[in-house]
């Protein structure tokens, strides 16, 4: 779609799987970094960055933006999906699902809008926005009925506190 992509990951075995399953169909240049240690040539030169799942597994969310920001062109914007630490519904599938542990998904409880907004904050993001979603974990969701019941209990804005997921924007600014 005409898109530039590159990928970074601190874990080379999960850089090898992705080149296995993209099997040479796309054109994506990949990192070894943490995104702490990001190499410098790659300052300013994205208008987007952004993860699936990801910032609950990054140590030092505040650090870690500001390395984001650093590789964002002004005027870039960071997009993340993360999962809700006040839906209970991630919690038991951590406690019942075979591999998944609070170790694994210790990031999980500083995924709150307090922390997320100040971490942004401290790393000078601005038009800071979390919007939550979803009603249930993917294991629930992707279930013959979970797709039904998630778009009944969607409409309800009192759950808003507790939706399974959290769209996470913010902008590097123009100039400071």
């Known amino acids: 779609k005409g898109y530039k992509v590159e990928g970074l990951d601190l874990n080379a075995f999960l850089l090898q799987q992705f080149l296995r399953y993209n099997d ?11 995104i702490i240690e990001a190499p410098e040539e790659l300052n300013e ?17 505040h650090t870690c933006f500001q390395s984001m920001y650093r590789l964002l062109k002004p005027g870039g914007k960071i997009i993340f999906l993360e ?25 999980l409880k500083d995924m709150t809008r307090k922390n997320i907004t100040k971490a942004l904050s401290f790393a000078e993001f601005t038009d800071v926005d979390i919007h939550r979603f979803g009603a249930f974990p993917p294991a629930i969701y992707n279930s013959p ?5 998630d778009h009944v209990f969607s409409k309800a804005s009192i759950l808003s506190p507790v939706m399974a ?7 590097k600014p123009l100039s400071i």
């Open 83 to 107: 999962p809700n630490p006040y839906n209970p519904l991630f919690h038991m599938q951590i406690w019942f699902t075979p591999g998944m542990s609070y170790e694994g998904e210790k990031g």
């Open 45 to 61: 030169q994205f208008d987007y960055v952004i993860g699936f799942m990801v910032l609950h597994h990054l140590h030092i969310l």
């Open 24 to 34: 040479n169909r796309f054109p994506v240049k990949l990192h070894l970094a943490d």
């Open 145 to 149: 009925v979970g797709k039904k019941i």
């Open 165 to 171: 997921f959290q769209l996470i924007s913010a902008t």
